[in-house]
T-cell receptor, first 115, second 115 residues
Framework: AQSVTQPDIHITVSEGASLELRCNYS??????LFWYVQSPGQGLQLLLK??????LVQGIKGFEAEFKRSQSSFNLRKPSVHWSDAAEYFC?????????????FGGGTRLMVKP | ETGVTQTPRHLVMGMTNKKSLKCEQH?????MYWYKQSAKKPLELMFV???????ENNSVPSRFSPECPNSSHLFLHLHTLQPEDSALYLC??????????????FGSGTRLTVV
């Protein structure tokens, strides 16, 4: 079975600083990987996804993520954080089973942005 | 607006009440999901419907009863809930098929408070 670990529960960065959120996955085959963002009281919004091809994927809101098979990682990055990026971020790995498409989510990383 | 609409946005109910949460999507998806999101806990998958059939139930208490009358609508019927059931309930939908190319589209959630 697949699993996802987000080692950092909370991260605080200053506005304008760079950001990297860590994600490690466990999956026996080529993974389908996703990053979602959740603002307070809202649902999850897809930031970006990786299926194959270029290991550096671009997403919305200036985010990017890099797939590293050797490290089983899919870390999310942003060069310059804005105050509006404060939210919770979830990494997920997708697979197919008898229930169809199944996403397994990590525990989330809460990002706080200092002025 | 994500394409997945959940109503109501907020619900306060007593432990003896019966209420229902509603989820609606018109994205052409054929799989729908209920998730529970409690404070400081990972996302918990509750139910999965694929092609209107329930295909997964992660040992959810019987006081939660899902219903999927068609591929566009999903309900979660609630009765005799406990205070620990207070949480954000998220609905999601996806295409169910050979590849999870699109991930899930989430609604904004229903914030449930059991008093």
């Amino acid at each position: 079975a697949q699993s996802v670990t987000q080692p950092d529960i909370h991260i605080t960065v200053s506005e304008g600083a760079s950001l990297e959120l860590r994600c490690n996955y466990s999956y026996g085959a080529t993974p389908y990987l996703f990053w979602y963002v959740q603002s307070p009281g809202q649902g999850l919004q897809l930031l970006l996804k990786y299926f194959s091809g270029d290991t550096l994927v671009q997403g919305i809101k200036g985010f990017e993520a890099e797939f590293k098979r050797s490290q089983s990682s899919f870390n999310l990055r942003k060069p310059s954080v804005h105050w509006s990026d404060a939210a919770e971020y979830f990494c997920a790995v997708g697979a197919i089973n008898n229930a169809g498409n199944m996403l397994t989510f990590g525990g989330g990383t809460r990002l706080m942005v200092k002025p | 607006e994500t394409g997945v609409t959940q109503t109501p946005r907020h619900l306060v109910m007593g432990m003896t009440n019966k209420k229902s949460l509603k989820c609606e999507q018109h994205l052409g998806h054929n799989a729908m999901y209920w998730y529970k999101q409690s404070a400081k806990k990972p996302l918990e998958l509750m139910f999965v419907y694929s092609l209107e059939e329930r295909v997964e139930n992660n040992s959810v208490p019987s006081r939660f009863s899902p219903e999927c009358p068609n591929s566009s609508h999903l309900f979660l019927h609630l009765h005799t809930l406990q205070p620990e059931d207070s949480a954000l309930y998220l609905c999601a939908s996806s295409r169910s098929g050979t590849q999870p190319l699109y991930g899930y589209t989430f609604g904004s959630g229903t914030r449930l408070t059991v008093v």
